[in-house]
């Protein structure tokens, strides 16, 4: 088997479990692998480091597969990966059968991203190593899985990088357009060939159950308490309204919820399970929101969701804008507004609950700068919409966004909101994207809940 050698004065990521080579860290190639084959990785003075497969096309040349030498990634080979993923899969997420399977470098496949969802599996193929195996790991993937289809989505810019084209496709058995399955007890129904990515996004499941304990306990907002009411002899407590009246309505202790950039409704969805009293769902995206509307009525909760196809920072901006003309009318200083004119319905809405999930802003280290502004820009606007002691929940899927950065720049838009926040969650992606040390690409989702206050009511 060729050998790679690497350079004496690179940096010692491979020993600390990174499994990249990049093309400037290699001394020498012994031997003549083609693109594609596994090679050795050996330090300066010719001692093994790992197997990795080799492509001298990409700035990763080399991708660690094994810390012990391998002839071959075979079908036996992917079994043995793909039985562990599983067990790792079962151990934690025990009952539900939709997750991420496979997830790359962190499951030691590099390249290989595969979602469950039900009997059919999505698979990425994103290296040209990987891809050369296309039929060992679809072999493979039959044997431990037994699934009904395996559909190919590996229509991604990312294999450009490795000199191959985007396609798409089934690779084996049935694979229907739309799947229907369970997370968190929801129904959802997944579009496999035109959903994003693979059709949804599994990183978020323990996130979007996290917000639960935001999701009631308003209704003494609105002046409903609990209190003994006497009815046909029999005495209960029911919720009662400042008049004195009960409230039949069930969800009278749910929060308002705006979700930003819904994609599919999860957070949505979950919003409604745990007691939401309306949620307002948007997406700049009709599909998305045609998605997300299909969802809410499989869950039933048609009655308690308003769906909006807008941009979400024009809309953000013009829901702040509304609400501070609305507290200059109610203060009386009108100096500033022409109240000749009726504002516009729907404009200057706040919610208990502000949920903010957009894609990533910084996919390059260049474009941090300006994912900062949008950072910023939607947190500054998004804290302005929670009513007072609500709570803004928020989430960067942006790698290059580190979370002290990340922080820092919602610390930033809350200083010029004048809020102080109390963060009461803090997370990263859930446990069917384990993240190995050493391998900080790994850790990309940050994901918090704070609570706002103003410094004014303080």
Not at 247 to 261: I, Q
Not at 306 to 322: C, T
Request: with cysteine; charged share 25%.
């Amino acid at each position: 088997m060729a050998s790679v050698v690497l350079q004496r004065s690179r940096k010692k990521r491979l020993e600390q479990g990174h499994p990249w080579v990049y093309g400037n860290e290699i001394a020498s190639v012994e031997g003549n692998p083609e693109a594609g084959d596994l090679v050795n990785i050996t330090n300066h003075q010719g001692r093994y480091l790992a197997t990795g497969y080799y492509n001298p096309t990409s700035q990763i040349t080399v991708r660690a597969v094994s810390y012990q030498p391998i002839e071959q990634m075979d079908q036996l080979f992917f079994t043995e990966r793909f039985r562990s993923c599983l067990k790792h899969r079962e151990r934690f997420l025990q009952e539900e059968n939709a997750y991420r399977l496979v997830y790359g470098e962190a499951d030691f496949l590099p390249g290989l991203i595969v979602d469950r969802f039900g009997d059919v599996l999505v698979v990425q193929l994103l290296t040209l190593g990987m891809d050369k195996r296309r039929k060992e790991i679809v072999d493979a993937l039959v044997e431990v899985m037994q699934p009904q289809g395996i559909y190919e989505r590996s229509d991604v810019s990312i294999r450009e990088l490795e000199g191959l084209e985007q396609v798409k496709g089934s690779l084996y058995g049935e694979c229907p357009r739309y799947v229907t399955v369970l997370e968190n007890g929801l129904q959802i129904r997944v579009d496999i060939e035109e959903g994003q990515k693979t059709g949804y996004f599994f990183d978020q499941r323990e996130n979007r159950a996290s917000i639960q304990p935001l999701m009631t306990g308003w209704g003494d907002r609105s002046g409903i308490t609990l209190q003994e009411v006497d009815q046909d002899g029999e005495v209960s407590k029911q919720p009662v309204n400042k008049s004195g009246k009960v409230v039949t309505f069930p969800y009278w202790d749910g929060a308002t919820v705006l979700e930003c950039f819904s994609h599919t409704g999860s957070f949505t969805l979950n919003a409604c399970k745990y007691g939401a009293k309306k949620v307002t769902c948007l997406d700049i995206s009709e599909h998305a929101i045609e998605s997300a509307r299909d969802n809410v009525a499989l869950n039933g909760f048609e009655d308690r969701v308003e769906f909006v196809v807008d941009d979400a920072f024009q809309y953000l901006r013009s829901q702040v804008k509304g609400a501070e003309e609305r507290q200059l009318r109610a203060g009386g200083k009108t100096d500033k507004v022409d109240t000749s004119k009726a504002m516009t319905a729907g404009i200057g809405r706040t919610w208990d609950v502000v949920i903010l999930d957009p894609p990533a802003f910084a996919k390059t280290k260049s474009a941090v700068k300006g994912a900062c502004r949008g950072y910023k820009d939607i947190n500054l606007h998004g804290m302005k919409l929670v009513n007072e002691g609500g709570f803004l929940v928020t989430a960067s899927c942006s790698y290059h966004m580190r979370p002290d950065l990340f922080l820092e720049t919602i610390q930033e838009a809350a200083a010029d909101a004048g809020k102080i926040l109390r963060l009461v969650e803090w997370r990263a992606a859930g446990k069917d994207h384990p993240q190995i040390l050493g391998v900080d690409e790994g850790h990309y989702l940050k994901f918090a809940i704070f609570e706002v206050r103003s410094k004014t009511a303080l």
